[in-house]
């Protein structure tokens, strides 16, 4: 198969790029090969991914050279960064460069940045209906990614934005599914009164993102925003009853009280909901379940 155009996929062994990683190996048309990046070729994930069928290189997104030497021979490239691990929007901003710079050099004909609005654009620093996070952010795990799109444009990396959303998963990994409430009946917690959110299973993301490689030149230039569905708390609420045999209730709660919670990265999902909220027309357009 020495025909097939080789895709790097960066963050392979995690959420998206696993997504993305099963689905080109997947693929009944097999037109593009993997290349598995991660910094441990000997992870269980990683060891499953050249099992499947992907070539397994070492990458850190934090050394551009490393980055460069995974991009060499490649046509496409999935680029994404790793706010929660850090929670830095900076360090975020500096990864996209090193990635563009690296694209750039290698002659990557096909990037796919996995992006998210610079939330800035719609509430400025100036307007304190939230408040500014780490001195010059309103969404830090967004901003940083949005403010991040133009390096990309202004350095003629030929890419598409992926405008991400919401995983549903992440009602798991940061602990926001139902709880029992005082009386023991599961509640749902949800600061969106009664609007919707755009949510996507994460598995979903790579499926589109591979999507977005076939179709090729034609969506270079172009931000394609997806979800799997637009849901109100209430509506969230409904399925878990279903799924779960037992009634869930949902609570409305302010974004100001989500800010409030004690973990980290509260204030910027806080911010975040408030933003979906506050402009639920564009958040959910944007992601059109429509096509
Ligand atoms: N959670 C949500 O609902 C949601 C929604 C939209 C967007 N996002 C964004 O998605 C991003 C995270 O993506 P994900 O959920 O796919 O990640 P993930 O599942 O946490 O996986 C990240 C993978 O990336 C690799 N990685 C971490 N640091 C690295 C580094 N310095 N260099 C190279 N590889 C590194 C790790 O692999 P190795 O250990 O194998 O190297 C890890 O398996 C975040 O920026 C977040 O803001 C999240």
């Known amino acids: 198969m020495a025909d097939k155009k080789i895709i790097a996929v960066f963050g392979a062994t995690g959420a998206q790029g696993g997504g993305l990683a099963r689905a080109i190996i997947a693929d ?19 060891r499953e991914l050249s099992r499947l069928g992907a070539e397994v290189v070492v990458a850190d997104i934090d050394d551009e050279q490393s980055i460069q030497r995974a991009l060499h021979g490649t046509y496409g490239a999935f680029f994404i960064t790793f706010f929660w ?20 050099a290698s002659d990557v004909e096909h990037a796919i940045w996995s992006t998210l609005e610079d939330s800035r ?22 901003d940083g990614k949005g403010e991040a799109d133009r390096l990309f444009s202004d350095l003629g990396v030929p890419t598409t934005f992926l405008l991400t959303s919401f995983y549903w998963e992440s009602l798991i990994h940061f602990g926001l599914g139902p709880k029992p409430g005082a009386d023991g009946q599961p509640v749902f917690v949800w600061p969106m009164g009664d609007k919707k959110a755009p949510g996507i299973a994460s598995e979903d993301i790579g499926r589109c993102a591979l999507g977005v490689f076939k179709q090729g030149p034609a969506l270079i230039g172009k931000t394609i925003g997806i979800a799997g569905e637009h849901l109100t708390g209430a509506q969230m609420a409904e399925t878990f009853t279903k799924v779960l045999g037992r009634e869930v209730r949902h609570e409305v709660v302010t974004p100001r009280a989500f800010r409030a919670l004690r973990f980290p990265g509260a204030a910027s999902l806080g911010n975040m909901f408030q933003f979906q909220r506050d402009f639920e027309d564009y958040c959910c357009a944007a992601r059109s379940v429509a096509s």
Not at 85 to 104: I, K, N, Q
């Open 28 to 46: 009944p048309e097999q037109r593009f090969s993997v290349r598995a990046v991660t910094r441990d070729a000997s992870s269980a994930k990683a």
């Open 121 to 142: 654009r719609w509430v400025p620093l100036s307007d304190d209906r939230m408040p500014t996070l780490q001195g010059k952010y309103k969404v830090p795990h967004m």
């Open 85 to 104: 691990d850090h929670l830095s929007p900076e360090r975020e901003t500096a990864e996209a460069r090193s990635f563009a710079v690296a694209a750039r």
